[in-house]
């Protein structure tokens, strides 16, 4: 069983950063291509950043810049490194596990940003 956990959202200031992680267990290979999204009530989730198992990146346009996203295959773990955050970077972060045809998602994480 595949297991994702997100943890470090919280409240900030705009201009402010925060890091969020998300860490996997259980059967998977630490080669495993995962992403982060978010998503505001009443629209659909939108991918915020990917990183393959190989470590290529892709993001959003919205947070080009401003985001990073990293991962400790070691620790099965991937990062996203928030910069100059903006109050429209309020949502709640997911963070996705693909692995052959099946997608695991986490619980998710709140990120609020004031202005």
């Known amino acids: 069983q595949v297991q994702v956990v997100e943890s470090g959202g919280g409240l900030v200031q705009a201009g402010g950063s925060l890091r969020l992680s998300c860490a996997a267990s259980?059967?998977?290979?630490?080669?495993?291509?995962m992403g982060w999204y978010r998503q505001v009530p009443g629209k659909q989730r939108e991918l915020v950043a990917g990183?393959?198992?190989?470590?290529?990146?892709t993001y959003a346009d919205f947070v080009k810049g401003r985001f990073t996203i990293s991962r400790d295959n070691g620790k099965n773990t991937v990062y996203l490194q928030m910069n100059s955050l903006k109050p429209e970077d309020t949502a709640v972060y997911y963070c996705?596990?693909?692995?052959?045809?099946?997608?695991?998602w986490g619980q998710g994480t709140q990120v609020t940003v004031s202005s």
């Open positions: 259980g059967s998977i290979f630490s080669l495993n291509p």
């Open positions: 990183i393959s198992g190989g470590g290529r990146t």
């Open positions: 996705r596990l693909d692995r052959g045809s099946y997608n695991y």
